[in-house]
């Protein structure tokens, strides 16, 4: 299984900025996706950004959209989340994650495989 860890959470204040890095360690290959969730108290897993295998397609979830850009370093075997614009709302742990071996593409919870042990990220009114 692949092995992934967040770095680069903290606090912050509404309207700044932070960069999110994760960092894969994987065994048996690494042609997948990547992507990163976060999950808010009182709220299920959400759906913030992914990237394909090898770089060309982004997605991003509605909420995210235009203030986040997810990229990759495939050298490095890392992904990467810059978040604008931080609102009180973003407050979460930020988890990040990759599909299976083969998977292209994926941007639902059933598409990955492997988890980070997430970062927290707390913005601030």
């Known amino acids: 299984q692949v092995q992934l860890r967040e770095s680069g959470g903290g606090l912050v204040q509404a309207g700044e900025s932070l960069r999110l890095s994760c960092t894969a360690s994987?065994?048996?290959?690494?042609?997948?996706?990547m992507g990163w969730f976060r999950q808010a108290p009182g709220k299920e897993r959400e759906f913030v950004a992914s990237i394909s295998w090898p770089g060309a397609n982004t997605y991003y979830g509605r909420s995210v959209k235009g203030r986040f850009t997810v990229s990759r370093d495939n050298t490095k075997n890392s992904v990467y989340v810059q978040m604008n614009d931080l609102k009180p709302e973003d407050t979460a742990v930020y988890y990040c994650a990759a599909a299976q071996s083969g998977t292209y593409y994926a941007r639902g919870l059933e598409d990955f495989a492997s988890w980070g042990q997430g970062t927290q990220v707390t913005v601030s009114s």
């Open positions: 994987e065994h048996t290959g690494s042609n997948y996706a």
